[in-house]
Structure formats: structure tokens, C-alpha cells
């Protein structure tokens, strides 16, 4: 499992166990505070209305004083209110009231006249100087049928405790409020949780992109591909310059190790020819001789000279991961520039320089002396494996999003074994006319500079013979 997904599953159980937990303790409070509420409001009218009944209670005219019809009118009340988008269109309260012996003498509802009362825990309760109250199922096992009962005493002129008015109301009065209050908590709680869980989707996305990005790039380190560190934030900005580092460090490591092997094996041979010749004039050499060996000392120290410019050139190129100060060049001047560099050359090797730029092409970005040193080592190839009397074909032209500059020569082609090895350093075929071989360093930096511009060299062999490189580059 990626990282990733743990941390989204790993925050999105604690954020919907929290949330479920505190919906759960909201909506178990939602009832009791209600009824809590109600009970608060059924206290005071008890007491009002005690104080009220007194007069009718005392003078014996409880069940047909003005009291008992100014309460029985109630009934017939329209109140046409709406609470909180609930409309109430009559009064849900039933009075109740007991003597000093909690004998029902009074009943809004008409039911409990003439019932004992006295066992009743809201007139138990009061009758004895206590806060009197009770909750009770009209319908045993169900409690959505319950009612509650606030009592408050009915006191003469002495203040004993004449009777008992009892006020009730049924619950289900306030069940849509609760209700209502109990959905709302639970719409937001499950809104808390889609919140939260976007949250968490994007942190898990910016998570798996920071890491993605590290481990493509570490990936393409161990590959040896030439990449850039991605933009990352905080920690893993951190841990991306510190991937970098050490890349930086192994790969210079790496670096020395290969070249000082690879430089020892190529120096053999040249070093081997200056011995040898410089031991054979030590001796007494016919002048014809002794010219031949000292021309040889010179081309093989030449070929060292040669040879170790590439490889600094070489080396500054894959060193580099990206162009530090890219500026835009012409491409078709660029052909232009490198074709008159080498044209010496060709000229001494009878071989032709044909040259095709479009004038007026996008221009492209990169490293003006890199590009054009690249096209000077393609064409010094083309040269060095063309005949006498044939041509080199340099142009550049538009592809896609990008430009592709061709090196054609009329040579002997590249043998079919060496197609996929031409591009590696010090790899290198034997040229037509002396049978000698170069370093390879050339092709190999052309490789690397166009990898350096983000494009690629590729070469093939061309009907008729000779070989074609193409390097694209991107515009």
C-alpha cells in the first residue's frame, strides 16, 4: 500500500471516529435538553396557575369557578402560531388539580375527576414541601407516548399546602424540534466528513506527488539518465537536496573511476608507437627511416593531444545536468557557422560540403558554442569516412515541435554490429583510407550535448551507402 493511501485511510478513520463520537454525544443531548428546557417552562406555569387557582380552590368551586372556565376556553383557542417553521394551532397543556387529600377535584381534560392522586409522584412530592415532577408512558413499552408532570402547591392565607396543581404535557409536542435539531447535527456531521475527507484526498495527493516526484527522480539517477531535482516544499525540498548532493558526489566519484580506466586503456596504444619509435632512433637509422618514426612520434602525440581535448570537452558536457544561461540561436546560421569551421578540412580530403538551411526557422534555446561544436565533431566524422571526390550533406529542418539537424555522408556506411555501439565513448571504427581510429569522444559528445537540450542523436546507414546522423532538438 502507498504511502500515500495509509496516510489518507490513517487520517480519515481518526476524523470519522471524532466526528462520530462527538455527532453521537450531540445527538443524545439533543432530547434531554429539550425536555430539560420544557420542564423548565412547565415549572413556571404550575406556579403561575397555582397561585391563580387558589382563590376558586379554597372557596370550594375548583371544577366550576371561573378559573376552571377561563382553562376549559383554552381549549377551544385557535393559536395559529408557526415556531421555527412548525405551525401550533392549540394548546398541548392539561391542568390538574388535587386537594389537600390528592383527590382529583379538577381536570381540563375531563378524565381523572374524582381519581386519587395522592400516590402520584408530582403530587406526592409537592404535598410534602418538594419539587414534584414525573415522567409517565400512556402507553406501557412505548416511550414516544410519554407525558411530563410539573406540580406546584396551592397555598391559603396561613400557607399550608391547600392542594396541588399539576401541569403536563406530552413529549411528542417537542419530537419535531428534536428531530429537526437532530438532523441538522447529523447532515453537518456527515458535510464534516466529506470535508475531511477532500482534506485528506489532497494531502494524500500532495504527499504522493512530492514523493512520486523524489523516487522518479532517484529512479532516473540510478539509471543514469541526465534529469533535474522537481520542485518540492519544505521537508521534501530538503530531502531532494539531499538526494542531490549525493548523487552529485557518487556520480564524481563514478566519473573519475570510469575516465582514469577508460584513459589508461586508450593511452596504451599511442604511448606504446612513441616508445617504440623513440627506442628505434636511439639506434643508427637510414634518414628515410628516421623521418618515418619521427612522423609518427608526432601524429600519435597529436592523437594524444586531440584525444584528451575531447575528453575535457567530454567531460564539462556530462557533468552538466541542465543549460545555466540558455540564449536563442538561429539554427540555420548555426549549420552555416560549423560547416565553414570544417571546411578546410574538406577541402584538403577533396570532399564536398553541401549545406541546406532554411533561412527564417524558429529559433532554438540552448548553448550557441555546445550546438555548434556539436555539429563540427558530426561533420569531422563525415569527413574522416567519406572518399575523395564525394560530398557531405548538412541541413536542418522543422519537425513537430522541434528542429532536426542531418549530417549525410558517402562513405562505406557503418557495419551492422556497430549501428547501436557508434555513441559510446571510445568506441571507435577504423577510417577508409589510413585504417586508424579515433577516441570516439566525438560522437559521444554529440550524444551528450543533445541530451543536455533535451533532444536525441540517432544514426542510420542511408541506400546507397554512407550513414545518416539526425539529432533532434526541441524548439
Not at 495509509?6 to 455527532?23: H, M, P, S, T
Not at 396557575?49 to 382553562?71: H, I, K, P, S
Not at 506527488?209 to 541526465?226: F, I, K
Request: hydrophobic letters at 45%; glycine letters at 10%; charged letters at 25%.
Amino acid at each position: 500500500m502507498k504511502i500515500g493511501l495509509r496516510v489518507l485511510l490513517g487520517y480519515f478513520v481518526i476524523v470519522a471516529l471524532a466526528a462520530l463520537l462527538l455527532g453521537r454525544v450531540f445527538v443524545q443531548q439533543v432530547k434531554p435538553g429539550v425536555r430539560q428546557a420544557m420542564e423548565d417552562t412547565l415549572a413556571d406555569t404550575a406556579n403561575v396557575l397555582a397561585e391563580l387557582a387558589a382563590d376558586d380552590l379554597l372557596a370550594g368551586r375548583m371544577n366550576n369557578g371561573r378559573f376552571a372556565q377561563r382553562v376549559r376556553a383554552l381549549q377551544g383557542r385557535d393559536i395559529g402560531a408557526e415556531i421555527w417553521g412548525f405551525p401550533k394551532r392549540e394548546a398541548s397543556y392539561r391542568i390538574t388539580v388535587t386537594d389537600a387529600r390528592g383527590i382529583v377535584v379538577f381536570d381540563s381534560a375531563g378524565r381523572e375527576l374524582g381519581r386519587d392522586n395522592s400516590r402520584w409522584n408530582d403530587v406526592y412530592r409537592t404535598m410534602r414541601g418538594q419539587y414534584g415532577a414525573r415522567s409517565t408512558r400512556e402507553v406501557p413499552g412505548d416511550d414516544s407516548t410519554s407525558v411530563m408532570y410539573v406540580a406546584a402547591p396551592v397555598r391559603d392565607a396561613q400557607g399550608r399546602i391547600a392542594g396541588v396543581l399539576t401541569v403536563s404535557k406530552p413529549n411528542r409536542a417537542m419530537a419535531p424540534f428534536i428531530a429537526r435539531s437532530q438532523g441538522v447535527i447529523l447532515r453537518w456531521g456527515f458535510v464534516l466528513l466529506g470535508v475531511a475527507l477532500l482534506i485528506g484526498l489532497l494531502a494524500a495527493w500532495w504527499l504522493s506527488r512530492q514523493l512520486g516526484g523524489l523516487r522518479r527522480y532517484a529512479d532516473a539517477v540510478t539509471a543514469g539518465e541526465r534529469t533535474t531535482l522537481p520542485q518540492s516544499a519544505g521537508e521534501f525540498a530538503a530531502l531532494g537536496r539531499a538526494l542531490e548532493t549525493m548523487r552529485d558526489r557518487l556520480e564524481g566519484k563514478q566519473y573519475v573511476e570510469r575516465y582514469v580506466h577508460a584513459l589508461t586503456h586508450e593511452l596504451k596504444s599511442p604511448l606504446a608507437a612513441i616508445r617504440a619509435s623513440a627506442e628505434l632512433l636511439e639506434s643508427p637509422l637510414p634518414d628515410q627511416d628516421r623521418r618515418r618514426f619521427a612522423e609518427a612520434i608526432g601524429a600519435q602525440s597529436e592523437r594524444l593531444t586531440m584525444m584528451v581535448d575531447k575528453l575535457l570537452a567530454l567531460a564539462a558536457v556530462e557533468h552538466r545536468q541542465r543549460i545555466e544561461q540558455p540564449e536563442p540561436v538561429d539554427p540555420a546560421a548555426l549549420v552555416q557557422a560549423a560547416a565553414e569551421d570544417v571546411r578546410s578540412q574538406a577541402q584538403a580530403a577533396g570532399v564536398q560540403l553541401v549545406v541546406e538551411a532554411e533561412e527564417g526557422m524558429p529559433a532554438l534555446s540552448g548553448d550557441r558554442f555546445l550546438l555548434r561544436q556539436m555539429l563540427v565533431n558530426l561533420l569531422d566524422n563525415a569527413i574522416d569516412f567519406s572518399a575523395r571526390g564525394t560530398s557531405v550533406e548538412a541541413s536542418v529542418r522543422r519537425q513537430d515541435a522541434g528542429m532536426v539537424f542531418i549530417v549525410a555522408d558517402r562513405g562505406s556506411g557503418v557495419p551492422d554490429y556497430a549501428v547501436e555501439r557508434v555513441f559510446e565513448r571510445f568506441y571507435s571504427l577504423p577510417r577508409p583510407g589510413t585504417q586508424a581510429r579515433s577516441s570516439g569522444l566525438g560522437l559521444s559528445f554529440v550524444r551528450e550535448v543533445a541530451a543536455l537540450h533535451g533532444g536525441r542523436a540517432l544514426l542510420r546507414n542511408r541506400e546507397g551507402g554512407g550513414t545518416v546522423v539526425e539529432v533532434v532538438l526541441p524548439t
